[in-house]
Structures are given as C-alpha cells and as structure tokens.
C-alpha cells in the first residue's frame, strides 16, 4: 500500500471536503470520522468542524492548513477489495495517525483503476494550538507500520504494494551511493550528484534543441523523460523525479515544457475527435444495416 501525505497551506476546507465526499460525481462508498463530533456526512459539515478546530492556532503566512493523505492500493487487487475492508483500513490509518489528539475524515474513490482512500486531517491538535507535526522518519515508520497491518490482516491483497520493499530499496540505494561517493572522495575524485547529472543534462539539451520535440529527443537520449504535474514542471528517470525549480533550470526550459504540455493535449483531443468519429460511422453502419 502506498501512503502519501501532501500538505494544504491556503483555507480551501470545503473544496477539499467535496473532493473527498463527492459532489456531483460518484460519492465515496462510505464516511469515516476520527474524532469529529459532527453525525453528518456532508463535505460541507465534516470540513466545517476541521476549519473550526484551526481558529484555535494563529496561522503564519504559508503555514500548513490541513494535510491531504492518499493511501492506495494495487489495480491487481481491485476485484478482491470490499467496502468494508476499506472501511476498516481507514479507521485504523486514522487511530494510528491522529491518535486521541487530531481530526479528520476519509472516504473512498473507486473511480480509477487503483483504488484511493482519501483523509483530511486537521494540522493541529483539538482546541490546542499546537500543530500535529510528523517528522519524515516517524511517517515512514507509521508507513511500514501500517502496509504491515493490511498484509497480515488481508493476505488476499498479494499484488498491494509493500511499503517496507520500497523503503528498504531506497536505504540500500542511499547506502551504496554514500559508499560509492566515500570511496571516490579518498581517491581524490569527485563524481556529480544524480541532481547535479539531471541540472547538467538540462542545461545541455536547452542549448542544443531548437524545438520543443528535439529537447525531448535529447533528453531522451539520457534516459530522462519529461513530466508535468499541474504548475510542476520536471524530469523522471530510473524512477526519481527532478523538479526544474530545484534544479535551478525552470526558468531556462519552461518554455519547452510548456509548449510539450500543450501538444500533448491537442493530441488527446484530436484522439477523442477521431474516437467520437469513428463511433458515429460504427452507428451509421448499423443503422444502414437494419434499413436492409
């Protein structure tokens, strides 16, 4: 199971509830509550009380608001995955997450091939102005913790990712470069960073390209490949992704970026065009047929 905890640093309470619950598209299979004393189930009610809870601690400019966690399961296991059994893992993310001290809410979206459950929770303890903080090491242990939970507890899910597999993948990957990076420096070398690689593989292709799609060619040719999430624009490559601002090369490429985006979204649609088409002349055939 894969755990993702993204932060929310603008009051958007209710736009976030109404993701989570659902407003005019399919609604979550189901409402858990940690800690809300609300009965209701309405987007509006559940974040109401979270955004209430929040008046009881002075909010700084670009202070976290609220957290939006993701947990996720394998599209292999979909067929095997019960509303109750998501039910449950939901209840006991929360308990484990928040505890007696924090609020929060999760629903579900079946909607896509993997199955989501999503949970607000409040970025600070109930009526207290202390904020419920998680540092990276103990949200990584909750996540082993709990893709241990849901392993024991539903065997069935044997495609439903392992959080421990890839964070021991990650520590052993981590290890071997700081050993690899060790041993050069006693040698009197020094070899780049894989970011430091991706901001010199960049910068190499912008000079060379003079189009949107030689870039891509080029950085291609390096192994990398372009992404754009939203207003994130960045490179991906053996699965590690490189944002272009922290690269410190957004400026000098986003104009490609962009115009890759862009095409790539004319081609989606030209594709739908030629779909509806090609489905119309299907009906137009059929209709021809029972005429005869």
């Given at each position: ?29 189901f409402i858990v509550r940690h ?218 490429v986003s104009g490609f970026f ?19 088409k090609v489905e119309e002349q ?11």
């Open positions: 199971m894969i755990i993702k905890s993204l932060t929310r640093k603008t009051a958007e309470y209710r736009q976030l509830g109404r993701y989570i619950v659902g407003k005019g598209r399919a609604k979550s299979a800690n809300l004393q609300t009965e209701g189930e309405g987007a509006d009610e559940l974040s109401h009380e979270i955004e209430e809870n929040a008046s009881y601690t002075r909010q700084r400019k670009n202070g976290v608001r609220m957290y939006h966690e993701i947990l996720s399961f394998s599209p292999k296991d979909k067929a095997k995955i019960t509303p109750e059994m998501l039910e449950d893992v939901a209840r006991e993310y929360l308990a484990e997450r928040l505890g007696d001290c924090g609020l929060g809410f999760a629903g579900v979206h079946r909607e896509k091939e993997n199955v989501h459950i999503h949970c607000m929770i409040g970025a600070n303890q109930i009526k207290s102005s202390r904020k419920l903080r998680i540092s990276k090491a103990d949200f990584d242990r909750m996540k082993i913790k709990m893709s241990g939970w849901v392993k024991e507890k539903y065997p069935e899910l044997v495609h439903t990712y392992d959080q421990r597999k890839r964070t021991r993948g990650k520590v052993k990957e981590r290890q071997r470069e700081n050993r690899r990076n060790a041993r050069l420096k006693a040698e009197g070398r020094k070899v780049p960073s894989k970011k430091e690689m991706a901001r010199s593989a960049v910068i190499g292709a912008a000079k060379a390209a003079k189009s949107a799609a030689q870039l891509v060619s080029i950085l291609k040719a390096d192994g990398y490949a372009p992404y754009n999430r939203g207003k994130t624009l960045g490179l991906v490559k053996d699965g590690l992704r490189f944002r272009l601002s922290s690269l410190g090369v957004l400026e000098m962009n115009a890759i985006a862009r095409t790539g979204k004319h081609l989606a649609e030209l594709e739908q065009i030629q779909s509806q299907e009906k137009e055939k059929e209709q021809g047929r029972e005429m005869d």
